[in-house]
């Protein structure tokens, strides 16, 4: 019996949403045509809205493509890309591609996007100028980042942000102008626009808002942008990110209806009927769309169409806004306000710690939703308003989020409610990925790590910003006992969390027991493993098991920092920042007799000696061993530093004696390895001289006594602390910080500050186990001082007069 032709399928549009359609359709009717894309773009279908994360260098193109070109072989698709189609003969049912290829269709469907929205400025066509909707685009910008060009862009809503962001990432001085007061004026309110701005421009970014820009000036070369009101704004790239318009075009001289965007019905039919639309080039009563959950709908109805499903419907389904930029959490959906008498506003505000939140109420239902600095339960608020929930039960405790309301309400104390979820609540915005299709997948291929997830479902797999409700239903469906994070690494599937499950439970005591029990695929593991499997049986056997310097990178092994010259430089201890005239003296003997050609005082207090040659460290730790100093472990995944002010002794503004309660801290937790770098500083009063707020654990002292802050991060990406509690005495600060130094050593994974464990496990956790349970907390101090025990003091003492063993020259790798 001869086999049934397949119907021509042609796709105009090899983006997100017209490929999103085909993967639909090939789901549920995989030889029902023979199909033919057409993209513009010289690429594979690649994630748009991932070209941020491009700009920035936190991924590369490849990172972002969706279907590599063997996914199309692999489902028979003839791809041409780089050649567009720029006519549609509808009597004929042919398209026409640039090149001049005509193709024949039953059904087309048109997913053209849409275009950069350029207002008619003076100077738009000169050099320099770019929008930012493409690779193309992203090269451009990339490539005025390295000619040392300064960056203004024009437009402060997702994409212009994203854009200065990445900039600014690129090294770039970055200005940015908008017409309107507020940031993201669509999406945020003023108070969180506002905050938003703040933290923006503490990062470098500056802003020049109310701003209706005039001219692009330059002659031959884009110089800046000229604002109306007589500013003027310099730089060689100017980038104009003020929005988009549907792309029509093609549609439009094919005789489509028009309006703002290709009109379509609910079955996402053109006014062919054998001509669908889907994505940004689409009008669907009266609404365009610009965010990518819409288009994930459109695709989903429209291959139910092709295929044949009468029945399928579109309905615009309740939008959520997010930002992705590094560390500054935004989150909003519905109504940014209060439309009427109807509507009421809860609102809680935490100017200190950058926190707030508002919620929209009508008729004891949430109708919208603001949050910015914790955005912990927007996938809650965002569920809540989707389903139009009765929030009257909760509405007193509405505004604390889910923890709070589940602890009220009898529920799980901490527990976010994956198993209350609907199985169409999206989880993963980028990808359009719904809870039900985690879970399918899940136990349809036994997938146990957040990795296979990704693989099987693209969850997660862009920005990440969902990575934790993914983890949640992996451990949801899958049983607490999961495997709910990353691989460690190319030698296992398994992810830390269950590698530290596995040595303790099954008591593991060896590298080597480790790899046979959870089946390694090397011997010797890697770069990579060999260092956090080296850690983890350090910290779950203090005392049994035996430090492995050969899987310790090369600065901790030698106590010294390599340089990129080859040589070392040696950071001694200065105990809270202090130091004597007998020690100074004893590094300056150093210096002369070594010929250290550069002395230096280090953003810690300390003083870092440099240059070095690898065989005189024997002899240059021989000497500062003599006069009492010892490894400062300015190199070493350990404590660093506690850094101090003068406190209460000398300052007219101290409140506490916080360089004695430095030194104290700093003799406590030295020589004890951690998962990471661990800083600390102790600031005698809320001036905060010791910048305590940018610390892994920080001390702020104030009249009433102490505040301990946890989770900061001064680097690239800065984090403030977390405000964790207030104690009275110096004797409750060293119990809480030694109990919290254990529970980050124990929890933890190999190369995660304390500022990403802090987002990942949740303050509650962290107060749940150290100050709610003043037993555990015992414990975990018992745990930290065992530990403390057999912590590595003098870097030298057991070593040969003079030698060093061969290993010690023959580093994993070299690391910062």
């Not at 291959?303 to 309740?318: I, K, N």
Request: hydrophobic residues 40%; charged residues 25%; negative net charge.
């Amino acid at each position: 019996m001869n086999a049934q032709p397949r119907s021509r399928l042609v796709v105009i549009g090899n983006g997100m949403a017209g490929m999103r359609t085909v993967e639909e359709l090939l789901a549920i009717a995989p030889v029902r045509y023979d199909i033919t894309v057409f993209g513009a773009e010289p690429h594979p279908n690649y994630n748009r809205i991932m070209l941020s994360s491009v700009l920035a260098g936190e991924k590369g193109v490849d990172d972002i493509v969706i279907n590599p070109r063997q996914w199309y072989a692999d489902n028979q698709i003839t791809l041409h890309t780089g050649d567009p189609v720029v006519a549609i003969d509808r009597a004929a049912k042919t398209v026409t591609a640039a090149s001049g290829l005509v193709v024949a269709y039953d059904k087309l469907l048109i997913a053209t996007g849409s275009k950069p929205l350029m207002p008619p400025l003076p100077g738009l066509e000169l050099p320099g100028v770019v929008a930012f909707r493409d690779i193309h685009d992203v090269d451009k910008m990339l490539a005025a980042a390295k000619a040392g060009s300064r960056a203004v862009v024009i437009g402060g809503g997702l994409l212009g942000l994203e854009a200065a962001w990445g900039l600014k990432r690129q090294g770039m001085p970055v200005a940015l102008v908008h017409l309107m007061p507020t940031l993201m004026e669509r999406q945020l309110d003023v108070e969180a626009g506002s905050m938003l701005q703040r933290d923006l421009t503490d990062r470098g970014l500056h802003f020049f808002t109310s701003g209706q820009t005039e001219e692009i000036t330059g002659t031959t070369h884009a110089q800046g942008v000229k604002l109306a009101d007589g500013r003027f704004v310099p730089g060689e790239l100017v980038v104009v990110a003020i929005g988009i318009r549907p792309n029509v075009d093609l549609a439009k001289a094919a005789g489509l209806a028009i309006n703002r965007g290709i009109e379509v019905g609910d079955d996402m039919a053109t006014s062919d009927a054998d001509i669908y639309s889907v994505g940004e080039c689409v009008e669907h009563n009266g609404q365009v769309f610009g965010l990518v959950a819409p288009l994930w709908e459109q695709a989903k109805v429209c291959a139910a169409q092709l295929a044949g499903d009468r029945a399928a419907s579109y309905v615009t389904p309740a939008l959520s806004t997010r930002l992705k930029i590094t560390g500054i959490d935004v989150f909003s959906a519905g109504q940014l306000t209060a439309q009427d008498e109807a509507d009421s506003e809860i609102v809680f505000r935490d100017a200190a710690k950058g926190v707030y939140r508002k919620l929209v109420i009508r008729e004891d239902r949430l109708v919208g939703a603001v949050m910015y600095g914790d955005v912990a339960d927007a996938n809650w608020y965002f569920q809540l308003l989707r389903q139009e929930s009765d929030v009257g039960p909760l509405r007193d405790r509405l505004i604390f989020g889910q923890q709070f309301a589940d602890a009220c309400c009898g529920g799980a104390k901490g527990a976010m409610d994956v198993a209350a979820m609907s199985d169409d609540t999206q989880v993963c915005g980028c990808n359009g990925v719904s809870k039900g299709t985690i879970v399918k997948a899940i136990n349809a291929k036994g997938l146990t790590s957040l990795d296979e997830v990704r693989a099987h479902t693209k969850a997660s797999a862009s920005c990440g910003q969902c990575s934790g409700v993914v983890q949640a239903i992996l451990a949801h469906v899958t049983g607490a006992d999961a495997a709910i994070s990353e691989a460690m690494c190319k030698c296992t599937e398994h992810g830390h969390a269950h590698v530290r499950q596995a040595i303790v439970e099954q008591g593991l005591k060896t590298q080597g027991q480790v790899r046979r029990a959870l089946g390694w695929k090397t011997d010797d593991g890697c770069a990579k493993c060999r260092p956090a499997l080296n850690y983890y049986l350090l910290c779950a056997w203090p005392g049994e098991y035996l430090d492995d310097a050969r899987s310790r990178f090369i600065n901790e092994r030698v106590h010294a920092n390599i340089q990129k010259d080859g040589t070392y430089s040696v950071v001694p201890r200065m105990w809270g920042g202090l130091t004597t005239p007998d020690e100074l003296r004893a590094i300056a003997d150093v210096a002369d007799k070594f010929k250290v050609p550069m002395v230096k005082v280090t953003g810690g207090q300390r003083i870092d000696l440099f240059g070095i040659k690898k065989e005189d460290l024997p002899a240059v730790w021989g000497d500062l061993n003599k006069a009492g100093l010892v490894s400062g472990h300015a190199y070493a995944k350990g404590l660093r530093t506690v850094k101090t002010c003068v406190g209460s002794e000398w300052c007219r503004f101290g409140t506490q004696d916080s360089t004695g309660l430095g030194v104290k801290l700093e003799k406590l937790l030295w020589g004890s390895w951690t998962p990471h770098k661990v800083k600390l500083a102790v600031s005698g009063c809320p001036r905060n001289c010791a910048e305590a707020t940018i610390k892994d654990f920080g001390i702020v002292c104030v009249d009433a006594g102490y505040d301990i802050l946890i989770g900061g991060n001064g680097g690239i990406e800065v984090r403030v602390t977390d405000q964790f509690t207030r104690v009275a005495t110096e004797d409750e600060v060293l119990e809480i910080i030694a109990a919290l130094m254990q529970l980050y050593r124990e929890e933890g994974f190999y190369l995660e500050r304390t500022a990403p464990w802090v987002e990942r496990v949740g303050m509650a956790h962290i107060k749940a186990r150290v100050l709610d349970d003043g037993a555990g907390r015992k414990a975990l101090e018992a745990r930290f001082l065992f530990s403390q025990q057999y912590a590595q003091i003098d870097p030298w003492a057991e070593r040969a007069e003079g030698g060093i063993d061969a290993h010690e020259f023959q580093p994993l790798a070299v690391v910062e």
